[in-house]
């Protein structure tokens, strides 16, 4: 007698279906952006990111106690100035924005994994991630700041510092800046493959840091390369990195696999203000379930190789999972 495949048996139920599943999303891979500005109007709703807000520290402290209540157990800090220079001095300042959320944090829920973008767009006059010299982003003096923005979050007690700038040698500078003021256990989980994306458009009004002049095509990378990708993740691997970031991550997630093919580091997929827009929209507009199509496209990340997933749907995917 001829055997005949049917997959379909392991369908049939839904305990089975669930039992066959190979890839599950839990709460403990989110990680939730979070904008924190230095005002004192408690929330300033992002127009682009319905849910979204820049909050001042009273109302970031608010929003930590529902959050760590849901279980979402990081989160991914943004800053914005109040002054803002060629050099992006309030990135690094001792009480600046990030450093003065992450004391708040970390005095008040100190099992919250405390996660830092380090870069200076938000805080440059110019809006670009770095020092802008006779008109172009100068790459060493870039990483010079940056490495003292990545100091300042480890003495405030952040857990991780993400650098997200994409200059050339930054997470080596980084490290070896850790290393030697004694922070030698403080990972760094970096952009290792951040392309130039038409999908950050939302974000750039949450971080208020939308470029003055040109675009940032000179150091992010052009979405139509493959091997340069290959090649900034194992140069960051080689400088130090502990995670590397995809980002964006849905029109991305073949890079998210080669990654993982690439290396066994710990992978984190960034789903970026665009995606989280798209969603949010088509879900307003009927167009499909909002629940259903979040989830499907973390979990799609899953299975392309990330562990860690970072989005702004973090709060209510924690909600969903404990419904579920």
């Excluded at 960034?270 to 879900?283: D, F, N, T």
Aim: proline letters at 4%; charged letters at 20%; aromatic letters at 8%.
């Amino acid at each position: 007698m001829k055997t005949i495949t049917r997959l379909r048996r392991l369908r049939a139920h839904e305990t089975m279906r669930h039992m066959a599943r190979e890839h599950e999303l839990v709460c403990a891979n989110l990680v939730y952006p979070l904008f924190v500005h230095p005002g004192i109007e408690p929330r300033i709703p992002v127009s682009t990111m319905p849910g979204v807000s820049q909050l001042s520290l009273e109302a970031f402290e608010q929003d930590l106690e529902e959050l760590v209540a849901l279980g979402v157990p990081s989160i991914l800090l943004f800053g914005l100035a109040n002054n803002k220079d060629n050099q992006g001095s309030e990135a690094f300042a001792e009480f600046g924005i990030v450093q003065q959320a992450i004391r708040i944090a970390k005095k008040r829920f100190p099992s919250l994994y405390l996660m830092s973008d380090v870069c200076l767009c938000a805080y440059t006059s110019h809006g670009h991630c770095g020092v802008v010299i006779d008109g172009k982003v100068h790459n060493d003096a870039s990483v010079e700041l940056l490495t003292r923005v990545a100091l300042s979050h480890a003495e405030a007690g952040v857990d991780l510092v993400a650098p997200s700038d994409m200059m050339d040698g930054r997470v080596h500078a980084i490290r070896g800046a850790l290393d030697k003021a004694g922070y030698q256990d403080l990972p760094i989980m970096s952009y290792a493959a951040k392309f130039a994306s038409a999908f950050y458009g939302p974000f750039r009004e949450a971080a208020s840091c939308a470029p003055q002049f040109g675009d940032r095509r000179s150091y992010q990378m052009d979405p139509a390369n493959t091997s340069e990708a290959h090649r900034e993740i194992l140069a960051d691997k080689d400088e130090g990195a502990d995670i590397i970031v995809i980002k964006p991550a849905l029109a991305y997630a073949d890079l998210i696999y080669q990654a993982r093919q690439l290396t066994k580091m710990p992978i984190a997929a960034y789903h970026v203000s665009g995606e989280y827009a798209m969603l949010k929209a088509a879900a307003k507009a009927g167009y499909l379930d909002e629940k259903q199509a979040v989830l499907e496209s973390l979990l799609c990340s899953k299975r392309a190789g990330a562990s860690l997933l970072i989005t702004y749907h973090a709060l209510d995917v924690a909600r969903w999972l404990q419904e579920a």
